[in-house]
């Protein structure tokens, strides 16, 4: 399978929030930047997908990373990652964040250090992510990541 990754366009928004419920993460908020959000594409159709939240100062929130279950292991997700941690380095974010309660091995594999939810909400205070986790009342209980 020939798998191509390229920048979110209108046509794809369907399709991905469609994803994000199928691996569980939240639409609220996503693909609200089509240039900062990335997708994987085989054979026409989308197959993965994740974005970043860039708020102007010198950090990035990575987010709604999603690969479906039967794609899984195949370094989609790292792909991915590779792909929007470039996306945040080029505007100028020196810290790359992430929440993830469920992929802690995946972002641990990956040489992501955990961090103080603290520590990732002062860098990024308006990151839209960041304001619905707050209005949620999730803060308390998520994990939150660093890139190296
Ligand atoms: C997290 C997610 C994106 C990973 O996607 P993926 O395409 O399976 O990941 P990759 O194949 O690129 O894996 C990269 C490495 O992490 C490892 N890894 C991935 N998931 C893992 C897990 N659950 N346990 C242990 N290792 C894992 C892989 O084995 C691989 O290691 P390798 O290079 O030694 O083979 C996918 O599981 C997913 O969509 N989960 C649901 C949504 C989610 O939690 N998103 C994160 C929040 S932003």
Redesign the pocket.
Known sequence: MRVICRIAHERDVEDALSLLDR???MREGAMAELRYWRVLEANGSLIAMGGIEYCGADAAL??????PAS?????????LVKELVGVARDLGAARVY???T??M??FT??GWKRVQVDELVSALPDAPQVESFRKRGWLPTEVAWRAP
């Open positions: 691996v569980g993460q990575l987010r709604s990373l999603a690969v794609l899984r292991g195949k370094g989609y997700g790292q792909l992430a929440f993830s469920g992929a091995p995946f594999k990956l």
